[in-house]
């Protein structure tokens, strides 16, 4: 339904992905909050499949925060688990996509991060797409990391302060490798970004859905990106430039 409405020349290039309301799904049907991350993780796989068919080239899910870690072991342990579980290297194989991981890697089991880095390497030529998974990540985290290092490389003579620009910065952050989301996606009912891609997500388009994360189908995803065709970005200028502007451009 909302498929045949995608405008295919303006499809963004990045969409983010607070993959929020498992443990609510679950709940409302009597089951474990387990249930619903593991529900709520084959479903990240249907839509990066999904994605990729489409033509989004980067999607960055939001599985694991730092805050995260506060929760009870047994569930961070389940989580953990399921990630090493959903490492497979057929789904990315056989979509040609390539896996990354951003987050806090040395505060994962020894198990995990081997997994992470397998796919990593085995997956870097794939070129369909990629998917980019936050895991123990947090942009208060990143930006700490950020500005460590920034002040070492100063102090190493390689990074003059007075160079230093909103690029720079961004060469500093974990998600260097690609483009900021043109649209972020929050599912659970939740207004807020938790931590999440607050640097990057600056001019984001920001989509909120009450839809619980392992609901969220294709039909989901078509409906956000035509939702966000409809928005106009203006960047700070007026509605009339922006469209004087894309006049010009045709
Ligand atoms: C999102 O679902 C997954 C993680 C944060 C790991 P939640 O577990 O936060 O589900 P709710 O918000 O409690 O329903
Ligand atoms: C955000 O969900 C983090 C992830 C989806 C991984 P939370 O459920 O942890 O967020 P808050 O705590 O409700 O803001
Ligand atoms: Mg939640």
Same mark, same amino acid.
């Given at each position: 339904?909302?498929?045949?409405?995608?405008?295919?020349?303006?499809?963004?290039?990045?969409?983010?992905?607070?993959?929020?309301?498992?443990?609510?799904?679950?709940?409302?049907?009597?089951?474990?909050?387990?249930?619903?991350?593991?529900?709520?993780?084959?479903?990240?796989?249907?839509?990066?499949?999904?994605?990729?068919?489409?033509?989004?080239?980067?999607?960055?899910?939001?599985?694991?925060?730092?805050?995260?870690?506060?929760?009870?072991?047994?569930?961070?342990?389940?989580?953990?688990?399921? @990630?090493?579980?959903?490492?497979? %290297?057929?789904?990315?194989?056989?979509?040609?996509?390539?896996?990354?991981?951003?987050?806090? @890697?040395?505060?994962?089991?020894?198990? @995990?991060?081997?997994?992470?880095?397998?796919?990593? %390497?085995?997956?870097?030529?794939?070129?369909?797409?990629?998917?980019?998974?936050?895991?123990?990540?947090?942009?208060?985290?990143?930006?700490?990391?950020?500005?460590?290092?920034?002040?070492?490389?100063?102090?190493?003579?390689?990074?003059?302060?007075?160079?230093?620009?909103?690029?720079?910065?961004?060469?500093?952050?974990?998600?260097?490798? @690609?483009?900021?989301?043109?649209?972020?996606?929050?599912?659970?009912?939740?207004?807020?970004?938790?931590?999440?891609?607050?640097?990057?997500?600056?001019?984001?388009?920001?989509?909120?859905?009450?839809?619980?994360?392992?609901?969220?189908?294709?039909?989901?995803?078509?409906?956000?990106?035509?939702?966000?065709?409809?928005?106009?970005?203006?960047?700070?200028?007026?509605?009339?430039?922006?469209?004087?502007?894309?006049?010009?451009?045709?």
């Amino acid at each position: 339904m909302y498929k045949e409405q995608i405008d295919m020349t303006r499809l963004p290039e990045h969409i983010a992905f607070i993959m929020d309301g498992n443990g609510r799904w679950a709940q409302a049907r009597g089951q474990e909050r387990s249930f619903g991350h593991s529900a709520g993780a084959d479903r990240m796989h249907d839509i990066m499949t999904c994605g990729t068919r489409l033509g989004i080239k980067y999607m960055t899910y939001y599985a694991f925060s730092t805050e995260n870690w506060s929760r009870p072991e047994a569930e961070v342990n389940y989580l953990l688990d399921l @990630m090493i579980k959903h490492l497979e %290297e057929e789904i990315f194989m056989k979509n040609n996509v390539r896996f990354r991981i951003i987050g806090e @890697m040395s505060r994962l089991p020894q198990k @995990m991060q081997d997994a992470c880095n397998h796919l990593m %390497e085995r997956t870097k030529n794939n070129d369909a797409s990629n998917m980019v998974v936050a895991f123990s990540y947090s942009t208060r985290w990143e930006m700490q990391r950020a500005v460590r290092n920034m002040v070492k490389d100063v102090q190493d003579g390689k990074l003059n302060p007075e160079d230093i620009t909103d690029k720079t910065i961004d060469s500093y952050q974990m998600t260097n490798f @690609m483009p900021n989301p043109e649209l972020l996606v929050r599912t659970g009912g939740e207004q807020r970004l938790s931590n999440f891609l607050l640097w990057q997500a600056a001019y984001s388009e920001l989509y909120f859905t009450d839809t619980y994360w392992p609901d969220f189908d294709e039909e989901c995803l078509y409906k956000a990106i035509v939702d966000y065709q409809h928005r106009q970005r203006r960047f700070g200028k007026t509605g009339e430039q922006v469209v004087d502007e894309a006049k010009k451009e045709k």
